[in-house]
């Protein structure tokens, strides 16, 4: 599978251990950066790189990192289309794939350990999405507002 992975200086150094990881398990991993550790660089210019390559090939996947993760979801989410979930531990890592079909998983650093971090990573990339219907229609719901501002109908 390709994977698209950035990050920033607070998790410079899990970038670098699941670029490994990643290509050991035989995904083609793109590192959209950073590629040298600068303490003062900005999420944004590396995370939205990696979810703008996500968006662009339905087909693969991508993985943000940050200190918290919660910048870099939310940078993510920006990206048109893109459905990227804050994710602490192999269950939501596997529910944003099964209820939100999200197509890149965030990850804090500076929360989570590497060997974690790793197995999160692999349950995300191998859940498939459920298809539910009930699924399906929430997602469809959020896409449409995402698309023009309509609000779903009130009960």
Same mark, same amino acid.
């Given at each position: +599978? /390709? ?8 998790? #410079?150094? @899990? $970038?670098?251990? &699941?670029?490994? *990881? @990643? ?7 793109? !590192?959209?950066?950073?590629?040298? #550790?600068?303490?003062?660089?900005? #999420?944004?210019?590396?995370? &939205? ?8 090939? %339905? ?5 943000? $990192?940050?200190?918290?993760? !919660?910048?870099?979801? +939310? ?7 893109? /459905?990227?979930? $804050? ?7 596997? @529910? ?15 929360? =989570? ?6 197995? +999160?990573?692999?349950? *995300?990339?191998?859940? %498939? *999405? ?6 399906? /229609?929430?997602?469809? @719901?959020?896409?449409? #507002?995402? /698309?023009?501002? =309509?609000? %779903?109908?009130? %009960?």
């Amino acid at each position: +599978m /390709r994977v698209h992975i950035g990050g920033d200086h607070a998790a #410079y150094d @899990l $970038l670098g251990e &699941l670029v490994t *990881f @990643l290509e050991q398990e035989g995904h083609e991993v793109t !590192n959209h950066g950073p590629h040298a #550790y600068d303490a003062e660089d900005d #999420y944004p210019v590396f995370v &939205l790189r990696a979810a703008e390559a996500v968006a662009a090939d %339905p087909t693969s996947l991508g993985v943000v $990192l940050g200190g918290s993760g !919660n910048g870099e979801q +939310m940078a993510a989410n920006k990206v048109k289309g893109i /459905r990227a979930a $804050l994710c602490y531990s192999v269950e939501l890592a596997t @529910l944003a794939r099964e209820h939100n079909n999200a197509q890149v998983i965030s990850i804090g650093a500076r929360m =989570t350990a590497v060997e974690e971090a790793k197995v +999160m990573v692999a349950a *995300f990339l191998a859940t %498939p *999405f459920s298809g539910a219907p009930r699924h399906q /229609r929430r997602i469809d @719901l959020v896409a449409a #507002y995402e /698309r023009d501002g =309509t609000l %779903p109908p009130v %009960p």
